[in-house]
């Protein structure tokens, strides 16, 4: 099954399209949206450029589409105004797979340049709307050309099924028999396989938005997941083992082939904290400034009884929700034929396992912020200021400079080569400035997160910090007081310490 061409959420707006069955999706966004607002207005304290980049991925249709893009809007209309300053041009780019029904996005949109006018006056923006078909694993658009990008309930969907789990000619033994997902009777060997697919194309998503955002710019998701590192706990994929179950109940009656339920293996993986932190980290181009978990009721909590959708019971609700999203890739495997029968067994089995448990779905939201690699000529420029106070001051008090062992830090996409090409002139103009009398000066690099522990306890005499955490500045320099009563000594008389250490 090629995903990006089978993947869409249902089209049109019948009873069974995305468009009046999505108020899971709905509440999703709603629960992000103070973690969403925090980041766009830290954003917006850094810097508002004249034009605005902001990208929704995996947008889908329906109400949800442009909702949250008028969320980000009204942040920016907000902030510009308290700043008395006209609102930048807004370039909104909406991304989903090609399949997606984005004829029903483009109805809306005279409507919603529409309400901008009414709300906003004719001074606001402008602001251009165009679609973007394509895969977010990959790159969709320009170079540092986005200031925020959002995406809400898509990257749980993988790329493709993971490898080894999909049926072929020379298949003998299926390893996923008699179920479409991950359960608690899966073997390690699938899922490792949905693991490492996830890991793929998480850090495949990551390196594509490290390379299109700009400096400053954030990015905002939410996605299913769980909050423990098992993957077979209900929260996480009991959704699936029920929709397997219906299939396996039609599978008895002659009405489905097993060989098509054993061949069918979701292309779907809802990844705990750890695997979100561990791939952000492993990327390294972003800092995350919050991941926050929510727990969603299988129908969204709907209370709109007066509605179509909210007059049905609990798992009617939950099977059309699940229908709107998963039918184009069920259909496409099983035929049109059985979808209404699956899904009328599907229902009435969550109904009964509703009736007995608590069971909510997990959903993660995290808040990015992308930093821009460091290196170049600042990179050395503060260091050899300070090596030039401490020079100055030892000189002051006639004794000999400390060794001095510098450390650079950075994360682990930082252009280190370029700083290392420089140092031989920097040792050199050392040598020349202070004389063969001086040093010595080591200088290493320490690659990592300066959200956690880098170095030894105790082991650091001058920390320095520029530009790095939410561009302020924060420096520690070498006081007067501090070279008369505890500078290191050279000569090691009185015990006490021969070198000097800085972190930059």
């Not at 090629?2 to 629960?31: F, P, R, T, W």
């Not at 200031?147 to 003998?172: F, N, Y």
């Not at 000999?400 to 420089?422: H, R, W, Y």
């Amino acid at each position: 099954m090629e995903v990006m061409q089978v993947l869409h959420m249902n089209k049109g707006d019948d009873e069974n399209s995305y468009a009046k069955n999505s108020k899971v999706q709905s509440k999703i966004i709603s629960l992000g949206k103070r973690i969403n607002g925090e980041a766009i207005m830290q954003m917006l304290c850094t810097n508002i450029p004249d034009i605005m980049g902001i990208a929704d991925l995996g947008c889908s249709s329906g109400p949800n589409s442009l909702s949250l893009i008028s969320e980000i809007i009204d942040m920016i209309y907000a902030k510009c105004r308290d700043l008395g300053r006209p609102t930048p041009e807004l370039k909104v780019f909406l991304n989903d797979l090609p399949c997606n029904d984005f004829n029903s996005i483009f109805g809306s949109l005279p409507a919603f340049y529409d309400d901008l006018r009414k709300e906003k006056g004719s001074e606001f923006g402008p602001c251009f709307v165009s679609a973007t078909p394509g895969s977010f694993y990959g790159r969709l658009f320009p170079s540092r050309s986005l200031h925020c990008v959002h995406s809400s309930s898509s990257l749980h969907w993988l790329s493709q099924v993971p490898p080894g789990l999909e049926s072929s000619a020379r298949t003998t033994t299926t390893m996923n028999k008699g179920k479409i997902y991950i359960s608690k009777s899966s073997s390690h060997g699938v899922l490792e396989a949905y693991s490492l697919q996830f890991q793929t194309d998480f850090s495949s998503f990551l390196k594509s938005r490290s390379k299109e955002i700009a400096a400053g710019g954030c990015m905002l998701l939410s996605l299913m997941g769980r909050r423990s590192t098992n993957p077979t706990t209900d929260d996480s994929c009991y959704h699936w083992e029920l929709l397997a179950q219906a299939l396996m109940s039609m599978v008895t009656e002659g009405l489905v082939e097993e060989e098509k339920v054993d061949s069918f293996n979701a292309p779907y993986y809802g990844p705990c904290v750890e695997e979100i932190k561990t791939e952000i980290e492993k990327e390294g181009s972003f800092i995350l400034s919050r991941l926050e978990t929510f727990e969603i009721e299988w129908d969204g909590g709907v209370d709109d009884a007066g509605t179509t959708f909210g007059a049905q019971s609990r798992g009617q609700r939950v099977a059309k929700t699940i229908r709107a999203v998963v039918e184009s890739m069920l259909e496409f495997h099983f035929g049109k034929d059985i979808m209404d029968e699956l899904f009328k067994r599907y229902g009435e089995m969550v109904e009964d396992y509703l009736s007995k448990t608590g069971t909510k779905y997990t959903n993660l939201v995290v808040s990015l912020t992308w930093v821009a690699p460091r290196s170049g000529p600042n990179s050395l420029s503060l260091i050899s200021e300070i090596i030039d106070m401490i020079y100055a001051k030892c000189r002051d008090l006639g004794r000999p400079t400390p060794e001095l062992k510098v450390f650079l830090n950075d994360l682990p996409c930082n252009d280190f080569n370029s700083i290392f090409g420089s140092l031989p002139a920097f040792y050199d103009e050392l040598r020349k400035e202070k004389g063969s009398e001086f040093g010595p000066c080591f200088v290493s690099a320490t690659p990592g997160s300066f959200y956690g522990r880098l170095f030894p306890s105790r082991s650091m005499h001058c920390v320095h910090s520029s530009s790095s955490s939410t561009g302020s500045c924060i420096s520690i320099f070498i006081y007067e007081e501090h070279f008369k009563v505890s500078t290191p000594n050279r000569g090691g008389d009185g015990g006490e310490e021969n070198n000097f250490i800085i972190l930059f």
